[in-house]
């Protein structure tokens, strides 16, 4: 499981570095702006825009391409969990990792329905529900995946403490 984790994590760099290159001059906050706006009329506008500079077409492909990373993602964060979870020895621990590699599958059902969201609103006029809609797939996605880290950060935390050496105290009476 360590080589799945460590092979997984190097394909999400890849594809993180790769994409930025294939993507230029589309920055992924020019996305992520696009995912969290809530508002029509600023949809609409930032379409228009794009299509007026040229990045368009960026942004189409930067949406399917996303079908690729939301496995990559997904699966590292499933190996990560278990193999963190399971790396501290603690019983609780276990079977949370268990129970949030689990909650990933949510986070990687509203990545897709997010994406067809937002691909609805640059195919289309932008409607109310597909600019919410992929607000609010964001939102639960970034929701489940910040507390998957966070879960990540305290099998890290609880791993590290188990391996500190614990000095034996002498025992000292002061009467």
Known sequence: MRRLF???LLANILYVVCTRILLHPLTASDIAHFEITKKVSVVQEMIQGWKLNGKYDKVLQSIYLDYLFIVLYTSWLW???VFLSR???NEILMRAGRIFSYLLIIAAVCSIIGNL???RSLKYL???WS???AYDMTATKF???IVSLLFMLV???FWLLDRIPVQSKKSTTFF
Do not use: D, E, N
């Open 79 to 81: 190996v990560a969990i």
């Open 143 to 145: 929701s489940i995946i």
């Open 155 to 157: 099998c890290v935390i």
């Open 6 to 8: 460590w092979l997984l």
């Open 87 to 89: 790396l501290t020895k």
């Open 117 to 119: 969201a937002l691909l």
């Open 126 to 128: 932008p409607v109310s």
């Open 131 to 133: 600019v919410l809609t």
